[in-house]
């Protein structure tokens, strides 16, 4: 099946910092979702991106599908960034496939 | 509040036991779609129904079982419950079946076995 790797595995940050998650995926997708997961658990639905590029104040994704992988950008963090970011993608069927996720922790 | 509700928000239960999970997707959304979020597997889909009826099955054990009911709301059952099953269990909806479109997730239902 369709694999999805995400980098860094960890991320701790400066409040102000800007950062860049990575996400690669192994097959054409037609769709890719990024989410971020707050310290209560709750999956928050950043971008669905399964090409080109997006912004959404502070937050903005890039998804270069011919070369099978997306980024998302994090600019001016704050302590309220902090969790975990998912990249998820489908491959013609319904199912999302998860990555492993990158842990950020935005320090004040 | 991505308009998917979810009941309960936590679960304490015993081994062996039985549990319900209960999702309803946004207005409008006629997929919904069952994922379970462990330490060890991370989040992994389960289910998904579409319009009442059963459109696609992941690594749902055959303990477990789903249906979505003509208000489209949907259950998830949880049955002979073991230590290991302890996780969090998110229903996502979205518009239509197919991968195109985007899935919304709910609060999440989190179950611990004892």
């Known amino acids: 099946g369709i694999q999805v790797e995400q980098s860094p595995p960890d991320l701790i940050l400066q409040e102000g910092a800007n950062s860049t998650l990575r996400c690669n995926f192994s097959?054409?997708?037609?769709?890719l979702q990024w989410f971020h997961q707050n310290p209560w658990g709750q999956l928050i639905n950043l971008f669905y991106?399964?090409?080109g590029t997006k912004q959404n104040g502070r937050l903005s994704a890039t998804t270069v599908a011919t070369e099978r992988y997306s980024l998302l950008y994090i600019s001016s963090s704050q302590t309220t960034d902090s969790g975990v970011y998912f990249c998820?993608?489908?491959?013609?069927?319904?199912?999302?496939?998860f990555g492993a996720g990158t842990i950020l922790r935005v320090k004040s | 509040d991505s308009g998917v509700t979810q009941t309960p928000k936590h679960l304490i239960t015993a081994t062996g036991q039985r549990v319900t999970l209960r999702c309803s997707p946004r207005?409008?959304?006629?997929?919904v779609y069952w994922y379970q979020q462990s330490l060890d597997q991370g989040l992994q889909f389960l289910i998904q129904?579409?319009?009442?009826?059963?459109?696609a099955k992941g690594n749902i054990l055959e303990r477990f079982s789903a249906q979505q009911f003509p208000d489209l709301h949907s259950e998830l059952n949880l049955s002979s419950l073991e230590l290991g099953d302890s996780a969090l269990y998110f229903c996502?909806?979205?518009?239509?079946?197919?991968?195109?479109?985007?899935?919304?997730f709910g609060p999440g239902t989190r179950l611990t076995v004892l």
């Open positions: 996502a909806s979205s518009l239509l079946a197919g991968g195109i479109f985007t899935q919304y």
């Open positions: 097959d054409s997708v037609n769709n």
């Open positions: 991106i399964p090409s």
């Open positions: 998820a993608v489908a491959l013609g069927g319904n199912k999302l496939v």
């Open positions: 207005s409008g959304d006629l997929s």
């Open positions: 129904y579409y319009n009442g009826e059963e459109r």
